[in-house]
């Protein structure tokens, strides 16, 4: 179909992603897709149980949400929420972000970035997903995880995230009790 991108289930452009998420994402359209269209990007990011998207902010960028399964708790712009399947979010540029999957079964969401550019992290700290290869979850951060998110569409943020929103992985599910009960 010309001037038309289709992306079949499970054929987008996938990647492992390193502790504290410890799940996959599938790029589904970026500007650098032949045939894509230009000024934004698009996917699906999965947390495993524990897994969490460490709170953060983009600079110039919005980021929209849309969750498809599962039930996590955010921090949004300072405010801890449960978010479950159908919740729509839209955070601007500057906003604070975080996801901690504290349910028994996986997270999905559906995210998109305008202007683009978050693919570039994901696929920079991230290891090829193929059909069939084990699953290689959890592995440690790379080191230069700091230098791929100033290079790409994250702002250091001033105050530093706190636990456990921090990069830290959660292994002792016991510290969600305290954040659950604030969740609104």
């Known amino acids: 179909m010309a001037g038309m991108l289709v992306v079949p289930p499970g054929q987008g452009e ?53 969750i498809i399964e599962g039930q996590c708790l955010a921090r949004l712009d300072g405010v801890v929420r449960r978010i479950v399947a159908g919740t729509f979010m839209v955070a601007p540029p500057h906003v604070r972000h975080g996801f901690i999957n504290d349910g028994g079964a996986p997270y999905r969401m559906l995210w998109m970035l305008v202007p683009a550019g ?39 943020l001033d105050p530093p995230p706190e636990a456990p929103w921090d990069t830290a992985p959660i292994i002792d599910p016991a510290v969600l009790e305290a954040i659950r009960r604030q969740a609104v």
Request: proline share 14%; charged share 15%; net charge negative.
């Open 14 to 66: 996938q990647h492992w992603q390193p502790q504290p998420a410890n799940g996959w994402i599938e790029v589904l359209t970026s500007p650098r897709f032949a045939g894509a269209p230009a000024g934004f990007s698009a996917g699906l990011q999965e947390l495993p149980p524990l897994g969490k998207i460490r709170e953060h902010a983009h600079p110039a960028q919005t980021e929209i949400f849309w």
């Open 118 to 156: 978050l693919e570039d992290f994901f696929i920079g700290i991230g290891k090829p997903r193929v059909a069939g290869a084990p699953d290689p979850t959890p592995y440690p951060r790379p080191a230069e995880t700091g230098a791929i998110e100033l290079s790409t569409v994250f702002e250091t």
